[in-house]
């Protein structure tokens, strides 16, 4: 992880600087002193994925499944599905409806 750029000033002599109470590691920038956590990984995962997603969840593939073909993280698809239940409540299940591939 060298490719690390403080998102203060940008520079990228950073080091390790211990660990947040959630476990996440923190850092140090050497050279203004800024301490930072990388962002959530749900703030880094891109619309298009997102739809990706979408798309995987109503073809019944398993959890796991849907993580592993856009590389999103499992911790990070229920906070997904979470967010998701809250603007579409129930049509998850019901999306059998949904016509496959053209
Ligand atoms: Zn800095």
Known sequence: MND?????CGAVRIVKN?????G??????RTC??????EPVWHRISA???ALVDRLL???ISHRGICR???????WFPLHLKA??????????RSTSTPKKA
């Open 18 to 22: 211990g660990h947040a109470h959630t």
């Open 48 to 50: 298009e994925t997102i």
């Open 58 to 60: 109503t073809e019944r």
């Open 84 to 93: 998701l239940a809250r603007v579409v409540p129930h049509e998850l299940d």
């Open 24 to 29: 996440k590691q923190r850092y140090l920038c």
């Open 69 to 75: 073909v856009p590389g999103v993280s499992r911790s």
């Open 4 to 8: 690390l750029e403080c998102p203060q």
């Open 33 to 38: 002193g800024h301490q930072f956590t990388l």
